[in-house]
């Protein structure tokens, strides 16, 4: 079945430390996007890309990057320069091609400062 | 400015009831959609409902529908015969296009629905 994988579920990290939230898709979708959800804020876009080698920052990109030099594979890199990183963050794609269709999410990961 | 609000933090309902969730947007934008998704206690968020600017008739999907009021920019999720597996955070949404031509959405800040026995 198609879907997209979020990896890890959980994630530790030490102040300072840089980590790399996965997220894979096999749905052939073109444009995969990168969620954060706090408490009561609902959720903001960090990054987006629409195609290859091609990506543009959202709402908060400040302290993330991303690459997307794959079309399945969209990972995000949550750096030291983001203060306030723990949270739940949600990778989503959807077709390009059809402007009514849904996004589709993975599962989550939920990132810890520890 | 807020564009996707929803003033309802959490909801009650009985079993086999129906509810209604409220969502109101704001856009200048001719062309929109509008999007409800649940999102469960596991973290997943599901997609249930697509609404179109341009759609002349309500949007539905099972026990799904959306009261959808243009004038008003309202885009009301309603669910009908309440069950207990509807026990979810509930977020509205809206399709917006970028300034290069691409599409992103916009999520409300959510309402926690919860279906009693």
């Known amino acids: 079945d198609g879907g997209i994988t979020q990896s890890p579920k959980y994630l530790f990290r030490k102040e300072g430390q840089n980590v790399t939230l996965s997220c894979e898709q096999n749905l052939n979708h073109d444009a995969m996007y990168w969620y954060r959800q706090d408490p009561g804020q609902g959720l903001r876009l960090i990054y987006y890309s629409q195609i290859v080698n091609d990506f543009q920052k959202g709402d908060i990109a400040e302290g993330y990057s991303v690459s997307r030099e794959k079309k399945e594979s969209f990972p995000l890199t949550v750096t030291s320069a983001q203060k306030n990183p723990t949270a739940f963050y949600l990778c989503a794609s959807r077709r390009t091609e059809v402007s009514n269709y849904g996004y589709t999410f993975g599962s989550g990961t939920r990132l810890t400062v520890v | ?117």
């Open chain 2, 1 to 117: 400015a807020q564009k996707i609000t929803q003033t309802q933090p959490g909801m009650f309902v009985q079993e086999k009831e129906a509810v209604t969730l409220d969502c109101t947007y704001d856009t200048s934008d001719p062309s929109y959609g509008l999007f409800w998704y649940k999102q469960p206690s596991s973290g997943e968020m599901i997609f249930l409902i697509y609404q179109g600017s341009y759609d002349q008739q309500n949007a539905t999907e099972g026990r799904y529908s959306l009261n959808f009021q243009k004038a008003r920019k309202s885009a009301n999720l309603v669910i009908s015969a309440s069950q207990l597996g509807d026990s979810a955070m509930y977020f509205c949404a809206m399709r917006e296009e970028t300034t290069s031509g691409t599409y992103k959405y916009i999520f409300g800040t959510g309402t926690r629905l919860k279906v009693l026995a």
